[in-house]
């Protein structure tokens, strides 16, 4: 499964956190080594917030409630035997892909910093929905989710439930992901099934002492402080361990995973869950609450990145009908149903893509004793769907607490596990009124009818986020099924607007506000505005290139893609793990740390109790090359390499004197180093590469008039933009009106604050023909040697020296947070290679404008030291 920039970002960013969690850790375990050696006592310090706060400058910033801004604060968090939990938090929006980040943050999680793949993983969820939705995607081993655990695991994971009885080798010797509601894992007090899990069973012997060995109990109590007990007096052995799930977690560390973490504020939750003595918590939120230091967030997913990436959809148009009654709201949903089907069919022919709308109906009341003629029941829904409206029975499903309709798609053999997205399945229309608020995933959704006047409001808040996913996170060539609608008869329309606000934002995607577009009887509230150029610059073409590859056979130019271009021209042939020599083993038995044993044959029969013992039984074991090449595949897609270079580093470490024992207990550590190699050799490779190809004349950075037109990009002529009443309009600094935007007006929402400044500089430059702030949404990327593209913020047309040449300046602004990272210096090293590129030819292109030739120059503006790289007065010397 190919995963987003977005999303690849996010694993980057932890893996740089990691990293220097690792560091912090190393540090904190030798203070304490080194305070040993003289006599004195010592506990490994909260290495956690060292690791934090030495990253504090790349970390998303806090905005406090007076407006400042600052850098989060650490929230440490200790286990039940006073031991610190790195816990961190991953701010992903709904429908961002939270699950399958989870997946392959565990991976990184396990391969990167505890150097193993096996061990119990505590996976809380917070609904039934939730619950039956991820455990079907983690269960069948052919979900990319799935796929994603085996990969961490080498291919031995072991779905549990709460109520299954494992071993311990089990733990040993494969991934055990236990999944379980967060009603049962923390809340301790609160109900019978939470009360099960520290209860005596006889499911899990293999983890503790026998009962008449009294020195090994005695010792794991002493180990593990925080064991819930049992009073065995009166059998004559005493105070023992409870053979409880809750103790089978205390003593194995599980590493915990809170889904929808925002859920699990209480301290009841959090002391709970702490007191399993996690080695590590990852916790994943739309709404996580950085501000009150509830969460560490490490990384903030926008919704405006799941924008540009497609997968969501925009606008959301609010259709009202005043004082109609909800029958009347219904038939024009329905009738909207209609012409998205008809334009999906549309689709299905120009795309070969199958899509099937469906209407999410939301009503009052779905009990079969709750009908009556004063609340909208599903019955009523049902009735006047197929008697009124026309349709099919088959077309229609009801999903409450009574009756779950939908399941029973789910169960349907001829729809091979699709469901609702089956191009078999009739569905048409869902009915409910609470059961689908969370956990409910099915991106064909597209229209939302808030049937009832006293509840649309929470209605919408509540549930808008189940239709603003793309079908295939990708948008289709007719726009009517890129955007969503939400239907409701209630008179007061902005309170509607107001409402889906608060649903995005619940959602964790507020930054899209402006994403929501009135219709209707009422135009209150937010409006699509057009926004024109200027009269001096209505009707000049304005072309801007992409980076182009020309087929090898034919000629011809096409936009250029890194996976199709780029990639398999590499020489993989000459990559080797570089650091092979400088490797170091370790000696160490901590690499595969799964649980706590207690060594008997170590105990004195007085004296104190010993530390904890780490184990290792592997020594015999052959490492798994086809799992160590899979976790190598995000580095080298290529797997027969990935083979080949894992098993030259072997045999040279072997060479080396290295046992097969100890290269086995170190394979992960292994594996780590060669990932990294392999993507900094990656990185040099395609640079080398890409430079080669651009000198050749095989890429072009330059408009072209032949071929497809959309090679080149170009600039509307007019924007559409949702600006509400409550929008302000941009101003100069002075607060005179901007004069040289190509467009007017700009908008505040539009731009951030370091844009807000490079603005206000532009438009007072006297080198400045005019400036323009490109929005994402318009699509002009640029692609380089990397996988990621680059979107840049400005477009600057710089003056000439009355030759007729118009010089065009593109701005990438970066914040003081981003400084310095590998991102923002790939983007300098490209931005100064196109310039390059552009500046050696007389004209970027063969495409020559009305208005003269084009040249190009990029610049990476930096929070520090914008004003001083910008100098525009230098070019019109």
Same mark, same amino acid.
């Given at each position: 499964?190919?995963?987003?920039?977005?999303?690849?970002?996010?694993?980057?960013?932890?893996?740089?956190?990691?990293?220097?969690?690792?560091?912090?850790?190393?540090?904190?375990?030798?203070?304490?080594?080194?305070?040993?050696?003289?006599?004195?006592?010592?506990?490994?310090?909260?290495?956690?917030?060292? @690791?934090?706060?030495?990253?504090?400058?790349?970390?998303?910033?806090?905005?406090?409630?007076?407006?400042?801004?600052?850098? /989060?604060?650490?929230?440490?968090?200790?286990?039940?035997?006073?031991? /610190?939990?790195?816990?961190?938090?991953?701010?992903?929006?709904?429908?961002?892909?939270? $699950?399958?980040?989870?997946?392959?943050?565990?991976?990184?999680?396990?391969?990167?910093?505890?150097?193993?793949?096996?061990?119990?993983?505590?996976?809380?969820?917070?609904?039934?929905?939730?619950?039956?939705?991820?455990?079907?995607?983690?269960?069948?081993?052919?979900?990319?989710?799935?796929?994603?655990?085996?990969?961490?695991?080498?291919?031995?994971?072991?779905?549990?439930?709460?109520?299954?009885?494992?071993?311990?080798?089990?733990?040993?010797?494969?991934?055990?992901?236990?999944?379980?509601?967060?009603?049962?894992?923390?809340?301790?007090?609160?109900?019978?099934?939470?009360?099960?899990?520290?209860?005596?069973?006889?499911?899990?012997?293999?983890?503790?002492?026998?009962?008449?060995?009294?020195?090994?109990?005695?010792?794991?109590?002493?180990?593990?402080?925080?064991?819930?007990?049992?009073?065995?007096?009166?059998?004559?052995?005493?105070?023992?361990?409870?053979?409880?799930?809750?103790?089978?977690?205390?003593?194995? !560390?599980?590493?915990?995973?809170?889904?929808?973490?925002?859920?699990?504020?209480?301290?009841?939750?959090?002391?709970?869950?702490?007191?399993?003595?996690?080695?590590?918590?990852?916790?994943?939120?739309?709404?996580?609450?950085?501000?009150?230091?509830?969460?560490?967030?490490?990384?903030?997913?926008?919704?405006?990145?799941?924008?540009?990436?497609?997968?969501?959809?925009?606008?959301?148009?609010?259709?009202?009908?005043?004082?109609?009654?909800?029958?009347?709201?219904?038939?024009?949903?329905?009738?909207?149903?209609?012409?998205?089907?008809?334009? @999906?069919?549309?689709?299905?022919?120009?795309?070969?893509?199958?899509?099937? /709308?469906?209407?999410?109906?939301?009503?009052?009341?779905?009990?079969?004793?709750?009908?009556?003629?004063?609340?909208?029941?599903?019955?009523?829904?049902?009735?006047?769907?197929?008697?009124?409206?026309?349709?099919?029975?088959?077309?229609?499903?009801?999903?409450?607490?009574?009756?779950?309709?939908?399941?029973?798609?789910?169960?349907?053999?001829?729809?091979?596990?699709?469901?609702?997205?089956?191009?078999?399945? /009739?569905?048409?229309?869902?009915?409910?009124?609470?059961?689908?608020?969370?956990?409910?995933?099915?991106?064909?959704?597209?229209?939302?009818?808030?049937?009832?006047?006293?509840?649309?409001?929470?209605?919408?808040?509540?549930?808008?986020?189940?239709?603003?996913?793309?079908?295939?996170?990708?948008?289709?060539?007719?726009?009517?099924?890129?955007?969503?609608?939400?239907?409701?008869?209630?008179?007061?329309?902005?309170? @509607?607007?107001?409402?889906?606000?608060?649903?995005?934002?619940?959602?964790?995607?507020?930054?899209?506000?402006?994403?929501?577009?009135?219709?209707?009887?009422?135009?209150?509230?937010?409006?699509?505005?057009?926004?024109?150029?200027?009269?001096?610059?209505?009707?000049?073409?304005?072309?801007?290139?992409?980076?182009?590859?020309?087929?090898?056979?034919?000629?011809?130019?096409?936009?250029?893609?890194?996976?199709?271009?780029?990639?398999?021209?590499?020489?993989?042939?000459?990559?080797?793990?570089?650091?092979?020599?400088?490797?170091?083993?370790?000696?160490?038995?901590?690499?595969?740390?799964?649980?706590?044993?207690?060594?008997?044959?170590?105990?004195?029969?007085?004296?104190?109790?010993?530390?904890?013992?780490?184990?290792?039984?592997?020594?015999?074991?052959?490492?798994?090359?086809?799992?160590?090449?899979?976790?190598?595949?995000?580095?080298?897609?290529?797997?027969?390499?990935?083979?080949?270079?894992?098993?030259?580093?072997?045999?040279?470490? !072997?060479? !080396?004197?290295?046992?097969? @024992?100890?290269?086995? $207990?170190?394979?992960?550590?292994?594996?780590?180093?060669?990932?990294?190699?392999?993507?900094?050799?990656?990185?040099?490779?395609?640079?080398?590469?890409?430079?080669?190809?651009?000198?050749?004349?095989?890429?072009?950075?330059?408009?072209?008039?032949?071929?497809?037109?959309?090679?080149?990009?170009?600039?509307?002529?007019?924007?559409?933009?949702?600006?509400?009443?409550?929008?302000?309009?941009?101003?100069?600094?002075?607060?005179?009106?901007?004069?040289?935007?190509?467009?007017?007006?700009?908008?505040?929402?539009?731009?951030?604050?370091?844009?807000?400044?490079?603005?206000?500089?532009?438009?007072?430059?006297?080198?400045?023909?005019?400036?323009?702030?490109?929005?994402?949404?318009?699509?002009?990327?640029?692609?380089?040697?990397?996988?990621? !593209?680059?979107?840049?913020?400005?477009?600057?047309?710089?003056?000439?020296?009355?030759?007729?040449?118009?010089?065009?300046?593109?701005?990438?602004?970066?914040?003081?947070?981003?400084?310095?990272?590998?991102?923002?210096?790939?983007?300098?090293?490209?931005?100064?290679?196109?310039?390059?590129?552009?500046?050696?030819?007389?004209?970027?292109?063969?495409?020559?404008?009305?208005?003269?030739?084009?040249?190009?120059?990029?610049?990476?503006?930096?929070?520090?030291?914008?004003?001083?790289?910008?100098?525009?007065?230098?070019?019109?010397?």
């Amino acid at each position: 499964m190919k995963l987003k920039d977005y999303q690849i970002d996010v694993l980057d960013q932890l893996s740089v956190y990691l990293a220097r969690l690792a560091e912090k850790r190393t540090e904190a375990e030798e203070f304490v080594e080194f305070q040993k050696t003289k006599g004195r006592d010592a506990t490994v310090g909260d290495y956690c917030r060292d @690791a934090w706060e030495s990253l504090s400058d790349q970390l998303p910033q806090v905005t406090r409630q007076d407006g400042t801004i600052v850098s /989060p604060a650490y929230v440490s968090r200790t286990d039940g035997v006073g031991r /610190p939990i790195p816990n961190i938090c991953l701010k992903v929006p709904t429908g961002g892909g939270k $699950t399958l980040l989870a997946s392959v943050a565990l991976d990184r999680i396990n391969t990167e910093y505890f150097r193993q793949q096996t061990g119990l993983v505590l996976w809380i969820v917070p609904s039934e929905a939730i619950y039956s939705q991820t455990w079907r995607a983690l269960a069948n081993r052919e979900h990319p989710y799935r796929q994603m655990l085996e990969r961490a695991s080498g291919g031995r994971v072991k779905m549990l439930e709460k109520s299954d009885a494992f071993h311990a080798t089990d733990v040993d010797n494969q991934l055990c992901v236990m999944l379980m509601m967060l009603q049962a894992g923390a809340v301790k007090a609160k109900s019978k099934e939470a009360r099960k899990m520290f209860q005596d069973s006889g499911k899990y012997p293999s983890f503790f002492p026998d009962v008449d060995d009294e020195l090994s109990n005695e010792a794991l109590r002493e180990l593990v402080s925080n064991m819930d007990l049992t009073d065995l007096l009166d059998e004559g052995y005493g105070l023992m361990p409870k053979h409880s799930l809750g103790n089978v977690l205390r003593l194995t !560390r599980p590493l915990v995973i809170i889904d929808e973490g925002h859920k699990a504020y209480s301290d009841t939750a959090l002391n709970t869950i702490c007191d399993y003595n996690p080695r590590f918590i990852l916790e994943l939120s739309a709404t996580p609450n950085a501000r009150e230091h509830i969460s560490n967030v490490v990384v903030n997913v926008s919704g405006g990145d799941l924008k540009n990436e497609q997968m969501i959809k925009l606008p959301i148009n609010i259709v009202n009908d005043g004082g109609a009654d909800w029958k009347h709201a219904l038939a024009a949903s329905k009738q909207k149903l209609d012409e998205l089907q008809k334009a @999906a069919h549309k689709v299905q022919n120009n795309e070969n893509r199958y899509i099937r /709308p469906i209407l999410l109906v939301r009503v009052e009341r779905t009990g079969k004793d709750q009908r009556d003629k004063h609340a909208i029941h599903a019955e009523d829904v049902r009735e006047y769907l197929i008697e009124k409206l026309g349709a099919s029975a088959e077309e229609i499903k009801v999903k409450s607490s009574e009756m779950d309709e939908l399941a029973d798609v789910e169960k349907q053999p001829e729809y091979k596990g699709q469901g609702l997205l089956s191009d078999f399945c /009739p569905v048409r229309y869902v009915i409910t009124k609470d059961a689908l608020r969370e956990g409910w995933d099915c991106p064909f959704a597209y229209i939302l009818a808030a049937l009832s006047r006293t509840t649309a409001a929470t209605a919408i808040t509540q549930m808008v986020g189940r239709v603003l996913r793309q079908p295939g996170a990708q948008w289709t060539g007719v726009d009517a099924l890129n955007e969503c609608y939400v239907y409701t008869h209630d008179a007061d329309v902005q309170k @509607a607007v107001d409402n889906v606000r608060k649903g995005l934002q619940e959602e964790g995607m507020g930054d899209l506000a402006d994403g929501i577009r009135v219709q209707g009887a009422s135009q209150a509230g937010t409006r699509r505005k057009t926004i024109e150029r200027r009269e001096a610059f209505k009707g000049l073409k304005i072309f801007m290139p992409r980076v182009l590859s020309k087929h090898y056979r034919t000629g011809q130019w096409r936009q250029f893609d890194y996976e199709r271009d780029l990639l398999p021209r590499l020489g993989w042939e000459s990559l080797s793990f570089r650091g092979v020599d400088q490797f170091v083993v370790d000696d160490r038995d901590k690499i595969d740390r799964t649980r706590v044993r207690v060594d008997v044959d170590d105990l004195a029969t007085t004296g104190p109790v010993p530390a904890l013992q780490e184990v290792s039984e592997h020594s015999d074991l052959q490492i798994d090359i086809a799992a160590m090449v899979r976790l190598l595949l995000d580095a080298i897609p290529n797997p027969w390499q990935g083979a080949r270079i894992f098993n030259d580093a072997v045999a040279n470490l !072997r060479k !080396r004197g290295i046992s097969d @024992a100890r290269l086995f $207990t170190n394979r992960l550590a292994l594996v780590d180093a060669i990932k990294k190699d392999l993507k900094s050799q990656l990185r040099e490779l395609g640079e080398a590469e890409f430079r080669r190809m651009l000198a050749d004349d095989e890429l072009s950075f330059q408009l072209v008039s032949q071929g497809d037109p959309d090679l080149n990009w170009e600039l509307a002529e007019t924007l559409y933009l949702d600006v509400s009443d409550d929008d302000k309009v941009q101003s100069r600094k002075n607060g005179t009106p901007l004069e040289k935007s190509l467009f007017d007006p700009v908008y505040q929402k539009e731009i951030n604050t370091l844009e807000k400044e490079v603005a206000w500089y532009l438009d007072a430059d006297l080198a400045v023909s005019w400036w323009h702030r490109i929005s994402v949404k318009q699509d002009w990327h640029v692609q380089g040697w990397q996988r990621n !593209r680059i979107y840049p913020d400005f477009l600057v047309c710089v003056k000439g020296e009355g030759n007729g040449t118009i010089r065009f300046r593109v701005l990438e602004t970066k914040g003081m947070h981003l400084m310095g990272n590998e991102d923002t210096k790939y983007k300098e090293r490209l931005f100064e290679l196109l310039s390059e590129h552009s500046a050696t030819n007389d004209s970027v292109g063969e495409l020559l404008l009305k208005h003269g030739k084009q040249q190009l120059r990029f610049d990476m503006l930096l929070e520090d030291n914008w004003r001083t790289n910008l100098k525009l007065e230098e070019m019109t010397g």
